[in-house]
Nanobody, 121 residues
């Protein structure tokens, strides 16, 4: 069994910052790409940022220059530092990971349960 558990969401003022964390646990051989997605009310889930196991990162245009994704491979953890937050960043943020299972040696895609981020004055 593999689980992704997010933390760090909450309420922030416009221009403020929040840091999200996501820890993967369970029967894993390795974790390839990790990422963050978000879903605002009435909208489809969208990519925020991804990071490969070697550290190469990609960002959506809407967050580039404001958000920073990073990971600690030793802790099976991915982070999302969100600076200069805007009201349009309000959404449920989901962690995502491509994990090679020990039992099958196959890659599966896992999702966290989501954490609410609200940006409002």
């Amino acid at each position: 069994q593999v689980q992704l558990v997010e933390s760090g969401g909450g309420l922030a003022q416009p221009g403020g910052s929040l840091r999200l964390s996501c820890v993967a646990s369970g029967s894993m051989f390795s974790i390839n790409v990790m990422g963050w997605y978000r879903q605002a009310p009435g909208k489809q889930r969208e990519l925020v940022a991804t990071i490969a196991s070697g550290g190469s990162a990609n960002y959506s245009d809407s967050v580039s220059g404001r958000f920073t994704i990073s990971r600690d491979n030793a802790k099976n953890t991915v982070y999302l530092l969100m600076n200069n937050l805007k009201p349009e960043d309000t959404a449920v943020y989901y962690c995502n990971a491509h994990i090679v299972r020990l039992t099958t040696w196959r890659t599966y895609i896992y999702w966290g349960q989501g954490t609410q981020v609200t940006v409002s004055s």
